[in-house]
């Protein structure tokens, strides 16, 4: 299936609210999900015979910057069988000033390489994934404060009596 065969497929199966925008404009088209159907789009595209993607080669987290207030994450599918690869994106708007971290469901389900990339979000960009089976830092220490990805990060000074530069 090529691009807007997936689309017209998408549209069909879960209504017209499940695309918010379709990207053109780069190396890789990508289609926007609306988040609340992200985990019902990616059961689908690997499930469906036509369209099979059974591999989530990267999933990768996004600060807009203070000045967007939005998150994102960016999910790179393939179907090995049928030789073909697509981008999938979500995105929801987040006050920055909350202490609540920005939220979006887990697709580990789906693809079990999920648990790793999901918790690389989470621990560099503060990305919470619901129902995601072991939800903790993978890179930095335990004790760490804030997300070093983040557009507004400041970095400590020190730690545990340390220098940083």
Known sequence: MNFDEIKNLLTKKFGEGVIVEIENNGL???LQINPDFIVHVCEELRDNKNTWFDFLSCLSGVDHGPEKNKFEIVYHLASIPHKQQLVLKTSRAHDKISSQ????????????????HEREAFDLLGIYFEGHPDLRRILLPDDWEGYPLRKDYLAAEEYKGIKIN
Not at 104 to 116: C, D, G, L, M, Y
């Open 28 to 30: 890789q088209p990508a």
């Open 101 to 116: 971290l920005p939220s979006f469901q887990s697709v580990s389900k789906i693809w079990r390489t999920a648990e790793w």
